[in-house]
């Protein structure tokens, strides 16, 4: 597909490595410097302009273009560009807006715009930090099929009651519990039935809610529910946060050095505990009774200082550590194990628009319909919709030549999860659940070895 993105900052420099691999990229930038440097990177075209300009747009051949993303840092360039893409005739439009005063008419703006999908890297962001303070015994969490089943990271430690047992013997204790990906050593792949857990092992294990309740708690993993929360930097993820979790009556606190944030934040959530000081010092944090809470969250706009205090934060025992960070490369060069949680806003966005241009590529066979990206981003969770026209209905799953480091996880038949296995076929309008370390998935005929 043709595809035009209007600004080459972090989330634009995200998209071209990502969609640039099997799609034909225009990148548009006021800066030629970012523009050439993204040009000899990847295999894009670049064009030096204003992205809310015609003019503009015209020359870089919106008009034919099938999907045009508007990633500048401004929400109303955004918004701009993605109307005019619109009215010179481009099949689909993106548009970043991060302003929270936005956020409660983002339904009406998106249809009075004809804007096909609006994203919010740092709403992003606070929904995923609040999907992993939810699960407090998970380090990560990805939740599949609209919440019927649940995806979970977990730590296998040289005491743990699965260090030393075979995905077999695992499969007959734990039942419908699937161990889906194994994380061994920065070894990221699909196990089969012969593999055996080790200690320091990461593994994702996916099953029913209710499963995977009964198996933390025989794993010895079921920690008591986090009630309070400790988070450092009250920017815009702060906010959207804190309006995830007002009503569940934690116990919640922020610091920033920020006064004018500080004011706003306080007028906004009056039983949130704002402090004003700076809260990348530990003697603040301690006066603070950091250790006191059960969840750290750190937000500042500097990757070195959400580093620092959520390693800090776990010396001093805080038992889910949350980091925020915008550079990843940063964590190739140190050793991070105190890190359990890592959010980058910057990744879901990319994951989200990617599962948005892979469901409009037309496929005939299938679509897909959800997208995540888990073990840092080496392993990718799709679930793709089963139309009549896809070539693999009605043969069973063991008579497959599936890819190799390939899981046909569950599938979701009128409403209902199914456990997949080798006899198991399937059917038009079933919504497939697939696990894969293999990339660029768009049809569900693409799982085949041909």
Avoid: W
């Amino acid at each position: 597909m043709d595809i035009v993105i209007v600004g080459a900052g972090k989330v634009g420099q995200t998209l071209c490595e990502e969609l640039s691999q099997i799609h034909n990229v225009v990148m548009i930038d006021l800066s030629s410097n970012l523009v050439d440097e993204l040009m000899n990177k990847y295999d894009i075209t670049g064009m030096v302009g204003n992205g809310a300009s015609i003019d503009t747009q015209k020359e870089a051949g919106v008009e034919h273009a099938d999907i045009f993303i508007a990633a500048t840092d401004s929400d109303e360039v955004n918004l701009i560009s993605a109307t005019l893409a619109k009215k010179l005739g481009v099949r689909h439009t993106v548009s970043r807006v991060r302003n929270p005063e936005y956020a409660k008419q983002l339904d009406f703006m998106r249809n009075a715009l004809g804007i096909s999908l609006i994203i919010n890297p740092e709403m992003a962001a606070a929904m995923d930090i609040a999907r992993a303070i939810r699960y407090a015994s998970a380090s990560n969490v990805e939740t599949l099929a609209g919440n019927r089943a649940s995806l979970v990271e977990v730590d296998i430690t040289d005491k743990s009651t699965l260090n030393g047992l075979s995905l077999s013997d695992f499969r007959t204790k734990y039942g419908s519990v699937l161990v889906c990906i194994i994380d061994r050593d920065g070894d990221v792949f699909i196990p089969s039935g012969s593999d055996t857990l080790q200690a320091n092992d990461k593994i994702y294990v996916a099953g029913l809610p209710k499963d995977m309740t009964t198996f933390h708690r025989q794993i010895g993993n079921s920690e008591k529910a986090i009630k309070s929360v400790f988070v450092l930097g009250g920017g815009k993820i702060a906010y959207y946060l804190f309006k995830l979790l007002e009503h569940t009556h934690m116990d919640m606190k922020v610091i920033e050095h920020n006064l004018e944030k500080c004011e706003q934040l306080s007028a906004e959530y009056p039983a949130l505990k704002v402090i004003h000081a700076d809260g990348t010092n530990p003697d603040v944090l301690d006066e603070q009774g950091l250790e006191n809470y059960d969840a750290f969250v750190s937000l500042t706009g500097v990757d070195e200082e959400n580093l620092i205090a959520s390693i800090y934060a776990d010396k001093k025992g805080v038992r889910k550590v949350i980091t925020k960070m915008s550079r990843t490369n940063i964590l190739k060069v140190l050793d991070t194990k105190q890190l359990k949680k890592i959010v980058t806003p910057k990744n879901l966005i990319a994951s989200q628009i990617s599962r948005f241009v892979r469901s409009r590529a037309n496929a005939q066979g299938s679509r897909v319909e959800a997208l995540y990206r888990v073990a840092q981003g080496k392993v990718e969770v799709l679930m793709f919709k089963v139309s009549e026209q896809c070539h693999i209905l009605d043969r069973q799953i063991k008579d497959m030549p599936l890819k190799k480091n390939l899981l046909i996880a569950y599938i979701l038949r009128q409403g209902k999860i199914i456990y997949a296995n080798g006899r198991d076929s399937l059917q038009a309008d079933d919504k497939v659940i697939v696990i894969t370390t293999n990339k660029h998935f768009s049809d569900l005929e693409d799982i085949l070895d041909k």
